[in-house]
């Protein structure tokens, strides 16, 4: 397309403006975590950061178990992630280089899963973690997301292209059988997919709320986002320590998300197209 | 765009005769069935067990606790003349709109810029995306501030301008427009990064010809550009209204369990939340959660209609 100078002027202005709009709730966060409630509460209110952060932290950590919730969250999101990576890349690899009977049925039953809500299975779900004593433990939030459809699909998608028939042939060749070609041979070749469907399955684990908060019913063990609901409601008066928790719930994820951004936004938009 | 496309497969090993390739077949495809059956194993047992004990769950009435009773279709009755329900249904569907259209034209407008911008191109993507992976819980949180009556900010900037202050978390439309806001906020990145995508699929020969046939940038936009987007957008917007039937934590911590003053926050997941664990009512829970999947078949098919029928055009030419 055509531009003139000016118009490019006025593009960079714009896309700078709208990401000053979206990154205004981060900064806001920000301030009134660093500030005390009556500050927020002022009118005018406190636009710049205060020097209160070290301190609604500290209170955070005193008046809930929000250490034990953070680690609760960092155990659910990196064991999902360990299970989600090997048995989703395992079976993609599976479906997309072999042949054997009731694949392709296998693989449609699998498309199939796509379309069921979640709540649809929510009330039974419940019931059966109570039969196996899995309420409140962290169990109940791992185990049914060891593995899903959409990996599987996207990871399948990947392997078709990233992995030439000549490459398992050779492999073969050299005397390697399936699960040791799966080790060797595949998993280095897919690792850019593995780190996408990594911060993808850690970002859902991390901010899911609706199960957590049906399952982690009267326990001890909460994950941060149940926890955050809680703190909300209890500490409703103390509004910077409130923020000043929800700030510690939301940096470890940005840091995470930071580190492999550029490629994962990349993936989002080459997996929407594809599929 | 084949789901199910052909695949090169590897599935004769070795160069052994007929007969014993026979004998040895059974066990031949073991490693194959174990290496996909732990998706099978969670499905069965998390997933496709659930469903048919909803199925069940749904005819009776059931606390949880104690002995479940057959009611029949007594639950099923009930819901279709139930008002919250479908006020619950309206309210998704109202801030579904209010949300997908602002988002759309947004998303669009930002991957146009994208699109035309050189430099920190990285910086604006991630930047633009940051919102859809940061937790619903906690910007809900933030959000609930902003909005808040006395105390926000927002409503102090309106002040500084002379607009009186809005009610936005305690008037019907007031929380309707706040949840769609937090809705287009976190979704506006993710959406142009899609659009995005499709923008650089168009070939650029095709708007070089649009140019040198003397059309107008705005007239290149909107008879060239726009059509050959229009999968992308018809793609991002079925997604949009599968996500938009599952409002639920926006709602929940913006307004409550009851969706707020004139339940207008009450959507329908919020609405099961509410009836099956918050009251213990799972039967009628169950019986929710089938009107809900009910509502969005329907739904997702009319948007899926509106996606096929291009193709099929494009098909026949």
Excluded at chain 1, 95 to 124: E, M, N
Excluded at chain 2, 16 to 36: E, F
């Amino acid at each position: 397309m055509i531009w003139t100078r000016r118009g490019r002027v006025l593009t960079y202005l714009a896309m700078t403006a709208g990401v000053v709009i979206v990154l205004f709730p981060y900064y806001w966060l920000t301030v009134m975590a660093s500030n005390t409630t009556s500050e927020i509460y002022a009118s005018p209110p406190r636009l710049t950061f205060g020097g209160q952060l070290a301190h609604n932290i500290g209170q955070v950590f005193a008046k809930v178990d929000f250490f034990g919730s953070l680690l609760n969250t960092v155990l659910v999101a990196v064991a999902t992630t360990a299970l989600v990576l090997f048995f989703d890349s395992l079976a993609a690899f599976t479906f997309a280089k072999y042949r054997f009977p009731g694949s392709s049925a296998l693989f449609a039953v699998l498309l199939a899963t796509f379309v069921v809500p979640t709540q649809l299975a929510a009330i039974p779900q419940f019931a059966i973690m109570a039969d196996f004593g899995w309420v409140g433990s962290l169990k109940a939030l791992v185990i049914p997301a060891a593995a899903n459809a959409f990996g599987i699909f996207w990871m399948r998608q990947y392997c078709q292209g990233a992995l030439p028939d000549e490459l398992l042939e050779a492999a073969r060749m050299d005397g390697c059988g399936f699960f040791r070609t799966y080790l060797s041979v595949a998993l280095p070749v897919l690792r850019p997919a593995l780190a996408f469907l990594g911060i993808f399955t850690f970002v859902t684990a991390w901010n899911d709320y609706l199960w957590p908060l049906v399952v982690l019913i009267d326990s001890n063990h909460v994950t941060l986002q149940v926890a955050l609901a809680q703190l909300n409601t209890v500490y409703v008066k103390d509004y910077s320590v409130v923020m000043a928790g929800t700030l510690v719930a939301v940096v470890p994820l940005l840091v995470v998300f930071l580190f492999g951004a550029r490629h994962f936004v990349r993936n989002i938009a080459a997996g929407a197209l594809k599929g | 765009m084949s789901l199910v496309g052909n695949v090169g497969t590897l599935d004769t090993p070795g160069t052994a005769s007929p007969v014993q390739a026979g004998r040895r077949a059974r066990w031949r495809y073991l490693p194959y069935y174990l290496a996909i059956a732990p998706f099978f194993v969670v499905f069965a047992v998390f997933w496709c067990y659930p469903l048919l004990y909803s199925l069940f769950l749904s005819f009776h009435r059931w606390d949880g606790i104690g002995p479940m009773h057959f009611v029949g279709l007594a639950n099923f009755r009930f819901l279709v003349t139930d008002q919250a329900f479908w006020l619950s249904i309206l309210n998704t569907m109202v801030i579904w709109v209010m949300s997908v259209i602002p988002m759309t034209i947004l998303a669009l407008l930002i991957a146009l810029g994208l699109n035309s911008t050189i430099r920190f191109t990285g910086f604006y993507r991630i930047a633009y995306f940051v919102p859809n992976v940061t937790s619903v819980v906690a910007m809900s949180l933030v959000f609930s501030s902003i909005f808040s009556e006395q105390f926000g900010i927002l409503n102090w900037v309106l002040g500084a301008v002379g607009v009186d202050p809005v009610p936005w978390l305690t008037n019907p439309w007031g929380i309707r427009t706040a949840i769609s806001v937090l809705i287009i906020w976190r979704w506006v990145g993710y959406n142009a990064i899609i659009f995005l995508a499709g923008l650089q699929a168009i070939p650029g020969e095709v708007l070089e010809a649009a140019r040198v046939d003397g059309a107008s940038p705005v007239q290149a936009f909107f008879r060239v550009t726009l059509p050959l987007l229009r999968p992308v957008l018809l793609f991002s917007v079925l997604m949009s209204a599968i996500g938009g039937m599952q409002i639920f934590a926006e709602s929940q911590v913006l307004v409550g369990n009851r969706g707020g003053p004139g339940q207008a926050g009450l959507t329908m997941v919020l609405y099961f939340y509410d009836q099956a664990f918050y009251y213990n009512d799972f039967g009628y829970g169950a019986a929710i959660s089938w009107g809900i999947f009910l509502v969005v078949v329907i739904f997702a098919g009319i948007n899926w209609r509106l996606i096929q029928r291009p193709a099929r055009r494009e098909g026949a030419r």
